[in-house]
């Protein structure tokens, strides 16, 4: 096994993180490869808020700087906000965003009601790695260019995976396999 640490963090709404989308598929071939890897429930599963997230992601994940935070949708937003505070070794983004996109229910998280701190998370990791879809049907293409902008990640862009909830996706586990061995 490697020092390196895997924490899957799901999107919002997601109650069974191992039936849901890639999250189990992907966990359970870490953890037949050796990677050691956490995935569960968040607290706070719907609303994802920020207040609640990221310190389970500290205190309860132990997410630190041998961690590799792959984080869908939400837990990508959660991703960015923990690595602006905590070193880690790299975080990879799927589906991100950086506004609340209009929407009460993902403005009451707390992500979005700041700045974002670029350079800091650019400090506080060892690699970016960002999975986006320009059809995405959520998050609009040009949300998503945002973080690319300014994240400068190594960058999977699709124009055929929607908002990735698909039950398998060998191209992150082929990264995060990399990336964990490295």
């Known amino acids: 096994m490697t020092d390196t640490k895997v924490v899957i963090v799901p999107g919002?709404?997601?109650t069974d993180p191992l039936r849901a989308n890639w999250y189990g598929w992907l966990y359970n071939r870490l953890i037949q490869a050796r990677i050691d890897c956490r995935l569960e429930e968040m607290p706070d599963p719907y609303d994802a808020k920020e207040s609640v997230w990221i310190p389970?992601?500290?205190?309860?994940?132990?997410?630190?700087?041998n961690t590799i935070i792959?984080?869908?949708?939400?837990?990508?937003?959660?991703?960015?906000?923990?690595?602006?505070k905590y070193k880690v070794k790299g975080i990879i983004l799927v589906s991100g965003c950086v506004t609340d996109l209009g929407m009460e229910s993902e403005r009451v998280s707390g992500y979005y009601n700041r700045p974002w701190l670029w350079?800091?998370?650019?400090?506080?990791?060892?690699?970016?790695?960002?999975?986006?879809?320009?059809?995405?049907?959520?998050?609009?293409?040009?949300?998503?260019?945002?973080?690319?902008?300014?994240l400068d990640p190594e960058l999977y862009k699709y124009d055929d995976k929607g908002h990735f909830t698909s039950s398998t996706y060998s191209d992150l586990l082929k990264v995060v396999l990399a990336k964990a061995k490295s």
Request: aromatic fraction near 12%; hydrophobic fraction near 35%.
């Open 70 to 84: 792959v984080g869908h949708s939400s837990g990508a937003e959660a991703a960015m906000r923990y690595a602006e």
């Open 119 to 150: 350079e800091k998370m650019k400090a506080n990791t060892q690699f970016i790695v960002y999975f986006g879809s320009i059809d995405d049907p959520y998050i609009p293409w040009a949300e998503q260019q945002e973080i690319v902008n300014h």
């Open 56 to 65: 389970y992601m500290h205190d309860e994940l132990k997410c630190d700087k």
């Open 12 to 14: 919002n709404g997601c």
